[in-house]
């Protein structure tokens, strides 16, 4: 039996940076990448993961989702968005700075 771990590849991009790249039959799995975190960081990712029953690699996948999200529809279209809480007639608006 053969196992996708049997066949991936691990190549280093060519830029030197410290991400690693996963191939499987010349298609890209995943990237390994190391970031430096603070403290409550860390402890924010650890926490959202044990809610959620996921992994801390699952919930900053989420996390760049939802900040590509609004970045490009925010930060760059000088808009705003807004969270409505309909429960309580709440709304925040939330805007980039910078």
Known sequence: MLH???TLIHARLATGSS???DYYEGI???TRLSVNINDETEAALREL???RGTSVTEIVRRAVSV???VEDEVGQNKKT???VDSKNDVVT???MIG
Do not use: V
Request: proline fraction near 0%.
């Open 4 to 6: 996708i771990s049997d």
């Open 19 to 21: 991400a690693r790249h």
């Open 28 to 30: 890209m799995m995943s």
């Open 49 to 51: 993961a044990a809610r």
């Open 67 to 69: 900040y590509k999200l």
């Open 81 to 83: 968005l807004q969270l």
């Open 93 to 95: 608006t939330l805007a």
